[in-house]
């Protein structure tokens, strides 16, 4: 158990539709990030927010909305995806800007 | 630009032998390293990390080697175990928040 919850685990959405995914983390940190993982590429960093405030955008389509409501918990809200978008999306977490601990991820599937 | 690499897609060692995963990076400020590993259906765990300013660093049956003046960096594991079965990618440390990941390599123990 890694401390660092998501859900849902699976979620398959038409490109319609709007929804979001949950993180958060039992480990009183200060700072959480949302990540994609698509097949055969590395880790992209999407947002990061420490203190409950965003510190990093990397140039993130607008159609991906992220929510820190507090230190805790974070949100990606979805609408309009594509079938690119398909992915894991990860959640992790920090003290600061040290190790990450990682939740299990959200496979999305966009049709 | 800015990329962490990894050489080998996949390694297949022997159970008990020592395994080798390398990583190159190409960012001279990164002042933080990680390896994580990555088994199938969950999200990456924090393996062992090292600072800029060491060369070494050993853990449980790890050990992570750190060459600065080729960006190199490595990752050995003694006695290789079929539980050590996973991908295995490495990540720096450039700036604050900002962590950049490589793509991962496969690690197979054969028994």
């Known amino acids: 158990e890694t401390g660092v919850t998501q859900t849902p685990r699976h979620l398959v959405m038409g490109m319609t539709n709007k929804k979001s995914l949950k993180c958060e983390q039992h480990l009183g940190h200060n700072a959480m990030y949302w990540y994609k993982q698509s097949a055969k590429k590395p880790l992209e960093l999407m947002f990061v927010y420490s203190l409950e405030e965003r510190v990093e955008n990397n140039s993130v389509p607008s159609r991906f909305s992220p929510e820190c409501p507090n230190s805790s918990h974070l949100f990606l809200h979805l609408h309009t995806l594509q079938p690119e978008d398909s992915a894991l999306y990860l959640c992790?977490?920090?003290?600061?800007?040290?190790?990450?601990?990682f939740g299990p991820g959200t496979r999305l599937t966009v049709l | 630009g800015e990329s962490v690499g990894l050489h080998l897609p996949t390694l297949s060692v022997q159970e008990g032998d020592n395994s080798i995963i390398n990583c190159a990076y190409s960012n001279s400020a990164s002042d933080y390293f990680i390896w994580y590993k990555q088994e199938s259906g969950k999200g990456p765990q924090f393996i062992i990390d090292i600072r800029s300013n060491m060369d070494k660093r050993q853990g449980q049956r790890v050990t992570v080697l750190l060459n600065k003046t080729v960006k190199h960096l490595s990752l050995q594991i003694a006695a290789t175990q079929p539980g050590d079965s996973a991908v295995y990618f490495c990540a720096e440390r450039p700036g604050t928040y900002k962590y950049i990941f490589g793509t991962g390599t496969r690690l197979k123990v054969l028994a």
């Open positions: 992790a977490s920090s003290q600061d800007s040290g190790e990450q601990f």
